[in-house]
């Protein structure tokens, strides 16, 4: 089986074809490591090879593994569905949520982000594909929620993430993507400073760079399958 450190360095030279054939600087793509229910042996072996940024959807796993990994100096995402009674652990430990998608939780965050850390950066969900299975707002209430977001003291809101409904083939790929794309155009709109575009995971990540992504998160085509 092929190594985390091999995998990285192939992943990172995927990721910076696709941004130089998008016609984009490579630099302004960010590789997200999705590390959930992955063990700290795999993580420990992304960073030692250069990985800075990983991605975690359980809170209590997130936690513990930010305590066990604090000697390393991560930078830890929370990506998945966050709780209103969940939000003071993820306030404490990790430095991004990519996840809200109600304004309690942002008050909550914002209230709970302790005063010795930076702001928590945060973006705002949005279900593009109005799946009733997914959390996230619809997209005409992502200016609402992000410009609210970006009116709280100790939270800095950076843009959107999406996680659309599988598609197959690279132009299909793109149109949700194309979509979040021009939302964060409204944000500008709306004079709501954004920079950060959260899409694309293992099966989509070029369409998603082609679109505009800045960060990418990608577990599977770095860590390989998840057990369990
Ligand atoms: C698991 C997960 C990913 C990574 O998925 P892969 O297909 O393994 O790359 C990305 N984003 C979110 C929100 C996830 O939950």
Redesign the pocket.
């Given at each position: 089986m092929i190594g985390v450190t091999e995998n990285l360095s192939l992943l990172s030279d995927l990721l910076n074809k696709s941004a130089i054939d998008a016609g984009r600087d490579p630099g302004a793509v960010r590789l997200l490591a999705?590390s959930?229910k992955q063990p700290l042996t795999k993580i420990r072996e992304a960073a030692a090879a250069g990985q800075r940024d990983f991605?975690e959807?359980i809170v209590q796993e997130g936690v513990e593994k930010i305590r066990e990994l604090a000697d390393l100096g991560l930078t830890w995402h929370f990506?998945?569905h966050l709780q209103s009674n969940k939000t003071r652990a993820v306030a404490e430990n990790f430095d991004w949520v990519?996840t809200i998608d109600k304004l309690k939780t942002a008050r909550r965050l914002s209230d709970q982000r302790p005063a010795g850390l930076p702001p928590l950066n945060v973006c705002v969900q949005v279900n593009v594909d109005d799946e009733p299975s997914k959390s996230g707002v619809s997209p005409g209430e992502a200016v609402g929620l992000a410009g609210a977001c970006a009116g709280l003291p100790n939270l800095t809101f950076r843009g959107l993430m999406c996680?659309p409904a599988i598609r197959e083939g690279f132009e299909a790929q793109r149109e949700p993507f194309a979509r979040l794309r021009a939302l964060a155009g409204d944000l500008r709109g709306h004079e709501i400073d954004t920079d950060t575009l959260s899409m694309g995971?293992?099966?989509d990540y070029r369409a998603a760079i082609f679109e505009g992504a800045t960060i990418v998160?990608?577990?599977?085509?770095l860590f390989g399958e998840?057990p369990g």
């Open positions: 999705v959930k991605g959807n990506i998945g990519h996680l995971m293992t099966a998160r990608i577990g599977t085509a998840r």
